[in-house]
């Protein structure tokens, strides 16, 4: 007997394919937006990107009709921000509000619709290969290759391979650690929707929303540390630092870096906090605690190097530009940097 | 053109650097030249078979001049043979990566994938028995010294290379931990025995290459966790069930079992079979709570891990010496080695030219070779070209 997806299913995944021809078959227009019975999913739809926006994760969870609706017209205001740190954030947390269905799906659910979610979202959308281990108990495996390239983002030594149980090519996992390695390509999947969206015409009731979203959610300028100075940086961290400002979720050794860097030419850990400030995942209790750890204030007093040039080689994270030529850590470039233009100037 | 960053460390380091008017040197490289031609034109199609995706890699070759050269691609292998035996390169190395454009530079090649690589050598295994069959030879001079020293003698120079004459303890050594990397790849990572090419690299260690499709397309830093799996770093207590909290700790039995990977390992070297709390309990109590659970987990990792150079393993744009090159730092091959049991590098990987060439040796030495256990002075001899060509690439003999 073929197992189909509940209406259940599409409430709480609204990306899945089968979502996108329910509203194809719908023949829903925009305009209808500006209708007074849509009120209610709009209303929805802002207090759920302004929670978002807030750093909660919206858990509500409605009839299938209204959660898509609501999803739907969530992706149009965003979009019609046109924020990118507006647009990169709702992404995270609308993957996060997905974890967290996925996760009690995955831990309650019956073989077969187990099954069926492991091959509408992993295999269909992510192209992973995920296998339940064993009927009785809620241990999946996924191979080693699809484990090291989604695990390499997180730096707690926990997602380590030598901290899993690892045989005949497989990582054991279980449900929360299943569903947390996919919460980046969540992420990226809905920004990818969000930015592929066309939007020819907005009705009033959605400009309206966007709007308001817009003045409550202007992007904070990263503050202290000015274009011209960061233009003096080795381009490694100038790099990162421009990334960051343009709201994009760096890996972790990219932000170490950036960190090590402004811990080593004397910033102020304050100023050092700003920097990282539009990162989408930005928090700043537990960024002021990882600098200050770095910083070695924190912690068993270690201050944390900035990593060689050959390190940040291997970690794909290296841009050099001519100043770079000779130098082995980062920190030598500004030194290069002056020397040379002074040079260059003579 | 000289772009020696990502090369073996080894290579750099250990290249004795005699400057090419030397007429010693000078005429060294003609005659290896002439021998390293022979090799390439006679020997080297017999042993290759063929290098998978040719034409998507990067080959480098050192010149005997020390010169690198870099970006260089190949669209057969009989290509790369003519270029070989006209050219006659020091060493050559390949990448094991795929690139689209490989001639181009670095950031413009756009990488398709790379082989999964591993070097085994014997300058990380620090065994007692380096310093009895170790030399350091004055990079400019090439005087030999067997003991360490801070400036050569002779001419006051502080740049040395390190020669090593690997005995039966380091071979053996060597294959062991090549064994404990084939278990980690073929038992925990369930990577097929045919897919893995076991190397001599010609030298002072081993070469491993892994051709899986799904695991050429992991970037470095998958790599760099692959390498510390395999290299015993970084095991937590939390792992085995056990977490810190405050001043002491607690025990939660581990939720995957003990069967298999780093558990089974540490769990055997602890003399334990079935776990229990209060067994984990007493073992941890025994070692000094939780963090002295954390210091033997760092032995066990050191003791059960595979030293292999962790830099190797990660670097997606590394030229590797390419199998079946020669290797100039000793004249052997870089050979396949199908049987590890029974593979005898000194003696399987030589140069067939036996014809017969005078050497004058430089310094004393003792040394086995295709069999045969050797015993020189400092003196002329007349010897199997072979054995000429390793003493002269050692550094400890020169053509007359």
Request: charged share 25%.
């Amino acid at each position: 007997m073929e197992i189909n997806l509940g209406t259940g299913d599409l409430a709480k995944y609204p990306f899945l394919n089968e979502v996108s021809q329910y509203i194809r078959d719908t023949h829903f227009s925009l305009e209808e937006f500006d209708r007074p019975d849509m009120t209610h999913i709009l209303e929805r739809a802002t207090n759920r990107i302004i929670l978002e926006m807030d750093g909660t994760v919206y858990l509500e969870l409605e009839r299938y009709e209204v959660e898509v609706m609501t999803f739907l017209v969530s992706l149009v205001i965003v979009k019609n921000t046109a924020i990118e740190s507006i647009i990169k954030k709702f992404s995270l947390y609308e993957a996060m509000r997905t974890e967290h269905f996925l996760k009690n799906d995955l831990k309650e659910y019956d073989e077969k619709r187990i099954n069926l979610l492991l091959s509408k979202i992993f295999r269909e959308i992510f192209k992973i290969n995920i296998i339940k281990d064993n009927p009785t108990d809620k241990i999946f495996k996924m191979s080693i290759a699809d484990y090291l390239s989604r695990s390499s983002q997180f730096h707690e030594r926990e997602w380590k391979l030598i901290n899993r149980s690892v045989n005949g090519g497989y990582v054991f996992l279980d449900v929360d650690e299943t569903v947390r390695l996919i919460r980046n390509e969540l992420s990226l999947l809905i920004y990818k929707r969000i930015k592929e969206m066309n939007l020819p015409v907005i009705p009033h009731s959605i400009q309206e929303k966007s709007d308001l979203l817009k003045t409550k959610f202007i992007p904070t300028q990263t503050k202290g540390i000015s274009n011209r100075t960061i233009n003096q940086y080795p381009p490694c961290v100038a790099r990162s630092i421009d990334l960051m400002r343009k709201n994009e979720n760096l890996p972790h050794s990219a932000r170490f870096l950036v960190a090590t860097y402004l811990l080593s030419i004397g910033k102020e850990i304050e100023e050092i906090v700003s920097v990282f400030k539009n990162a989408p995942d930005y928090n700043e209790k537990i960024t002021m605690y990882q600098i200050e750890h770095l910083s070695g204030k924190k912690g068993n007093n270690t201050k944390y190097s900035v990593p060689s040039c050959s390190k940040l080689r291997t970690e794909n994270l290296c841009f050099p530009d001519v100043f770079c030529n000779g130098i082995t850590n980062p920190i030598q470039y500004k030194g290069k940097y002056a020397n040379d233009s002074n040079n260059q100037s003579k | 053109m000289t772009n020696i960053n990502n090369i073996d460390v080894n290579d750099k380091e250990n290249r004795i650097n005699i400057p090419s008017d030397n007429p010693k040197q000078v005429k060294n490289n003609i005659i290896l030249k002439n021998g390293f031609r022979k090799f390439y034109f006679k020997e080297f199609p017999k042993k290759i078979i063929d290098i998978e995706n040719i034409s998507k890699r990067e080959f480098g070759f050192m010149s005997f001049d020390n010169v690198m050269q870099r970006h260089q691609s190949f669209s057969s292998l009989g290509r790369l043979q003519a270029y070989l035996i006209k050219e006659i390169p020091s060493d050559v190395y390949c990448s094991n990566s795929f690139y689209n454009f490989p001639t181009f530079p670095m950031q413009d090649k756009q990488w398709l994938g790379a082989d999964l690589i591993f070097d085994i050598d014997l300058k990380d295994l620090h065994l007692p028995c380096d310093k009895s069959h170790s030399y350091h030879i004055c990079k400019k001079c090439k005087n030999i010294s067997s003991i360490e020293i801070n400036s050569c003698i002779m001419c006051n120079d502080t740049r040395f290379s390190k020669i090593t004459f690997p005995c039966k303890i380091c071979i053996s050594s060597l294959k062991k931990e090549v064994e404990k990397l084939l278990d980690f790849l073929i038992v925990d990572f369930g990577i097929d025995k045919n897919s893995i090419h076991v190397f001599f690299s010609g030298n002072t260690g081993f070469h491993l290459h892994v051709n899986v499709q799904s695991l050429r397309e992991l970037y470095s830093q998958s790599r760099a966790d692959l390498s510390s799996y395999i290299l015993g770093k970084e095991l937590m207590p939390e792992f085995f069930g056990i977490r810190k909290q405050k001043d002491t700790f607690t025990v939660k039995i581990p939720y995957f079992g003990i069967d298999y990977g780093w558990r089974k390992r540490t769990f055997e070297k602890l003399g334990i079979d079935t776990v229990t709390k209060q067994r984990m309990s007493f073992l941890t109590n025994k070692l000094g709570g939780y963090y002295g659970f954390r210091t033997k987990l760092s032995e066990i990792g050191n003791e059960l891990g595979a030293r292999i150079d962790p830099m190797v393993t990660m670097d997606i744009h590394r030229i590797f010496r390419m199998p079946y090159s020669i290797n100039s730092k000793s004249g052997l091959i870089k050979t396949r080695c199908d049987n590890l049991d029974t593979f005898e590098p000194f003696n399987d990987s030589c140069l067939e030219d036996d014809s017969m060439i005078d050497i004058m040796i430089n310094y004393p030495i003792k040394f086995r070779l295709k069999n045969k256990s050797y015993n020189f002075d400092k003196t002329r001899k007349n010897v199997p070209f072979y054995l000429a060509c390793y003493l002269v690439c050692k550094g400890f003999a020169d053509f007359l």
